[in-house]
């Protein structure tokens, strides 16, 4: 049993690397620890807002009864894994192709125009990292190999605050990972 120790409480802030959030198509070389460099294709979507990051594991569960109405069984009948946050750099083409998708964001190379379709085709699925710096040295690398765009918030156009793109990444179980939505990785900084 664990004894009360002040040093194992923590608080997170964004990672080491300066951001939050990474992603790369699937397929790209997943991480295995909190110290690699990760592979070229992932992508840094740079500040998030100060609410952070969301980790949620949505469990429903029906309970079996017995003859008599004793509770024997719970079991599990669903589970949904989910990560939400709020990018606010919300001018950079990285950022946009996360939030609507890699092929509806188009930047013309001569004039800096970006274009930025909004349509019902589905969100691709992709490699997520998201890296959190913690209280104590420690580094927790949380990698999603088969992670996707899945709900969009409002964008809120507003003075005194950034234009923000929230969204919701839903985590699929994946063979990379023994059918696991997730691993966490925690370890010290270097």
Same mark, same amino acid.
């Given at each position: 049993m664990a004894e009360s120790n002040a040093s194992l409480v923590t608080a997170a802030k964004p990672g080491v690397r300066g951001g939050v959030s990474f992603a790369a198509p699937t397929g @790209? !070389?997943? =991480? @295995?620890d909190v110290a690699t460099v990760l592979d070229a294709a992932f992508v840094k979507h740079g500040y998030i807002s100060e609410d952070g990051l *969301? +980790? *949620? /594991?949505?469990? &429903?569960? +029906? +309970?079996? !009864?017995?003859? $008599?109405?004793?509770t024997v069984l719970t079991v599990v009948t669903s589970r949904k894994h989910t990560f939400a946050l709020t990018f606010i750099q919300s001018l950079d083409p990285d950022v946009q192709k996360e939030v609507y998708g890699q092929e509806n964001v188009e930047v013309d190379a001569v004039t800096g125009l970006t274009m930025i379709?909004?349509? &019902?085709? *589905?969100? =691709?699925?992709?490699?997520?990292?998201?890296?959190?710096l913690l209280t104590g040295n420690k580094v927790k690398r949380i990698v999603v190999p088969e992670g996707q765009v899945t709900e969009r918030g409002d964008?809120?156009?507003? +003075? $005194? /605050? =950034?234009? $923000?793109? /929230?969204? @919701?990444?839903t985590a699929y179980p994946s063979t990379d990972f023994d059918g696991d939505t997730a691993r966490e990785y925690l370890g010290e900084l270097a």
């Open positions: @790209t !070389a997943l =991480p @295995t *969301t +980790d *949620t /594991e949505d469990i &429903s569960s +029906d +309970d079996i !009864a017995a003859f $008599g109405g004793d379709r909004r349509n &019902s085709k *589905t969100m =691709p699925r992709r490699v997520f990292v998201f890296e959190l964008v809120v156009y507003s +003075d $005194g /605050e =950034p234009v $923000g793109y /929230e969204v @919701t990444i």
